[in-house]
């Protein structure tokens, strides 16, 4: 009987007994390798056609672009030393001399011709196309010489420049760079096993000379909780957003990390559809607005992670002003203003009415974000206890995206990335007619200063059209910003010189070192 | 039997066939297009139209379709929309890792289970069977992405005896090096694969110890049960050979069932071990609307969750000399 027992319990411990407490190989980290949790495995690591933001990560180390974008978003020298805008139609980069390939190649201005080329036709499914829409032509001058020539004034060009050069001749021959890619930067690719890590060492003939981190690795941690927790046990060096408030909370209060938290260049906001009569009053946008509560869904919902916004402004860029302001919480004056448009209750069933008609509202939202959807929750809530009747519609990005694409919603909670610029979530999003003017909003004042928001080079004139457009925005409320999206990163402080950027790039590791 | 089992092994095709027809089926019904996700947030119309030309979304259904079926049966499940490689090669990167952790955690469940079980039907109202069920309860309602949570938190942070995320060697490989004298490789991947596999498997650890004790308990009071103690077979020979073999016929059908449970359940585990496998390829898939590679993960999926059946049936003849196939 009792050998009976013995060999079911053996079968049952087996594993355990084998294993033991194996201390892992990773836990005890190699001097020179810092090991970076990301939520999603980068889906390819050519530049041109790049989608994720694991991607951009390691792209951003594997690549050089025409510059750089610093923790300031502004733009400093990369594979160019220099450049010039004779007029505001053309650009002409001067490329560093001796830059090569991680095949040994030199880096000429026909690959940057054939990137900028190459990325602009559609048969390359090319996600950020648009961004390079404006280019006419571009010209390999000579060696070093880059000249694009643009069908229109367009000032933010410079800030998509940091696109990663890919090597012409590479391409040519068929060479697959989404999965080996050939990069001129600090670092290059050792293996990628896909699902699992991205793998990289230094590239020994960088120009700007070979980093002192020897290795770099992205591993794939899908959960955010499981993330912070693998960085706790040691099995990674850094971890960054996204990440759930409660593990920020707790990273926080451990010494054993660095950490730098800051607000991103991503925005939460309402968007409302303009051209519904419910909504295409700026009065009622305005009174919608008053009714939410900023700080109830900054400070609990999203627990902190996020900022207040105060505007389309981001915090982060140079145009930000924290003078002009979107309409404030004021749930009386709201009510106030509603009556003012001509909505009340004229027949005591607890709704809005005017002329008959009821004041309604379809809310939505996506369904993969928690705390969008106890947001929408919260603010249906209020607005029905308001008498404006709120219904919610949630589902899944895809179906979602596709929906709010054609038009086909009132109003939406949902986000703008990558803002490395103003006219990126200006332009298109409330110029008349703009491809991503889903609620058909339209001012020709505001169409005005966008134009010459795009047009102009001059730090100082864009800085006033920009002001100027957020004001008038702020007024008539077709966005109302809930909040700046923060971005977090937790390290070993072992790891010295590495300095945060808004966007997670992690380029400074370059010039960074373990101690 | 051969017969039957060329004919249960033919009947397969249909099946998969099935799959893809009704897989096909529903991604054309959710709504959500694979060109604007491509092509994400700032996309306008014109790009998408001319993304999905480029894609082939643009053509009728029924030629899609039979395009797919055709080159499906040839071995070419198409190109993935976002992965840049053919869906054979991005399934195949990953599918020996969840083949591994479905393995392990189905040969813990299957040997805590019947432990659990057998020793709970064998003391019977005893404080032993009180404590053991009460731990199969627990495990029954745990849900695997907290338990994958507390096991990292308790094994991997405070006490930092295992490594919280990723994966050794391959299992063989790491076998075959461990027989080459570096023991080392193996006790790795061991370590690597001891959480995921605990924290995926103790459900169906629990399921299973219920059944044992129950099917047991049945089987226990039968009269051969009484015959054998009279004719003074050892107590363990008893519940081995006579109760425990007989009691087993229930058992693994349902531990058949359960594989199909283990793999939908390592599209969490793997999220929260950063275990690289089939399940968070399953999850991007589907976000993306990746047609393809839905496809083809979800046929591999079918594909293993319908051979592991086909081998439980037939296992249930070499348990039971008395079950006949035709």
Known sequence: ?515 | MLAYTVKRILLVIPTLVGILVLVFGLMQVVPGDPAAILLGEQATAEAIAEVRHELGLDRPLPVQLGDYLWSSLRGDLGDSFFQNEPVTRAIGARLGATIELAVASLVFAIALGLFLGVVAAINQGSIIDVVSMLFAQLGVSMPVFWLGILLTFWFAVELNWLPAIGRGEPIPAAIAAALSGRPGVLLNSLSHLLLPAVALGLNSAAVISRLVRSSMLETLNEDYIRTAYAKGLPPSAVVVSHALRNALLPVISVIGLRFGVLLGGAVLTEAIFGWPGLGQLAVTSISQRDIPLVQGVVLVFALMFTLVNLAVDLLYGVIDPRIRFE
Do not use: C
């Open chain 1, 1 to 515: 009987m009792f050998k009976t027992l013995g060999v079911l319990a053996g079968v049952a411990v087996l594993g355990f007994t084998l294993a033991g407490p194996a201390p892992s190989a990773l836990a005890q980290g190699s001097e020179n390798v810092v090991r970076i949790g990301t939520d999603v495995d980068a889906g390819t690591l050519d530049p041109r056609i790049m989608r994720d933001t694991t991607a951009y990560r390691a792209i951003n180390l594997i690549y050089d672009g025409l510059v750089q974008l610093d923790e300031n978003l502004q733009p400093v020298p990369g594979l160019a030393v220099s450049w010039e805008n004779p007029d505001p139609k053309t650009w002409i980069f001067h490329l560093r001399e001796g830059v090569k390939f991680h095949d040994g190649t030199p880096v000429t201005a026909e690959d940057v011709k054939f990137t900028l080329d190459t990325i602009r036709d559609p048969a390359l499914k090319a996600r950020f196309r648009s961004l390079y829409a404006p280019i006419d032509t571009v010209e390999a001058v000579d060696k070093l010489t880059v000249k694009i020539s643009l069908k229109e004034p367009y000032a933010p060009l410079l800030s998509y420049l940091d696109l990663g050069i890919v090597p012409k001749h590479a391409v040519e021959a068929g060479v697959d760079i989404s999965n080996k890619p050939i990069g001129s930067g600090p670092y290059r690719l050792v293996k990628w096993d896909k699902g699992s890590k991205i793998v990289l060492e230094a590239n020994p003939d960088f120009w700007d000379g070979e980093p002192t981190i020897k290795n770099i690795e992205l591993v794939l941690v899908a959960d955010n909780t499981a993330r912070a927790q693998a960085l706790e046990a040691g099995d990674l060096d850094m971890i960054q957003s996204p990440l759930s408030p409660q593990d920020i909370k707790r990273l926080q209060g451990n010494d054993k990390f660095a950490n730098s938290i800051q607000s991103g260049i991503a925005i939460t906001y309402l968007n409302f559809n303009t051209a519904r009569p419910n909504l295409s009053d700026p009065k009622v946008r305005k009174a919608l607005a008053m009714l939410i509560d900023q700080d109830t869904i900054v400070d609990q919902i999203f627990e902190g992670t996020d900022q207040k916004a105060t505007s389309i402004l981001l915090s982060s860029w140079a145009a930000y002003d924290p003078n002009i302001r979107q309409p404030t919480y004021d749930a009386a004056g709201a009510k106030a203003l509603l009556a003012e448009a001509g909505w009340t209750d004229s027949n005591g069933d607890g709704i809005l009415d005017k002329d008959g008609r009821k004041l309604t509202v379809e809310l939505g939202t996506h369904s993969e974000d928690p705390n969008r959807i106890q947001t929408v929750e919260y603010i249906q809530n209020i607005f029905n206890q308001n008498g404006i009747e709120t219904k919610l519609r949630i589902s899944d990005w895809p179906s979602f995206s596709a929906r709010f694409q054609e038009g086909d919603y009132e109003l939406i909670l949902v986000g703008w990335t990558q803002l490395v610029d103003p006219d990126r979530v200006t332009f298109g999003q409330f110029r008349t007619g703009g491809s991503f003017n889903w609620g058909g909003y339209s001012n020709e004042k505001v169409d005005a200063l966008l134009d010459e928001g795009r047009s102009s080079s001059d730090p100082a004139v864009r800085n006033r059209v920009y002001r100027a457009a957020a004001t008038i925005i702020s007024e008539e409320v077709p966005y109302y910003i809930i909040s700046y999206q923060g971005y977090q990163v937790f390290y070993d402080p072992a790891i010295e010189g590495y300095i945060a950027n808004p966007r997670g790039m992690l380029r400074s590791l370059k010039n960074a070192s373990i101690n």
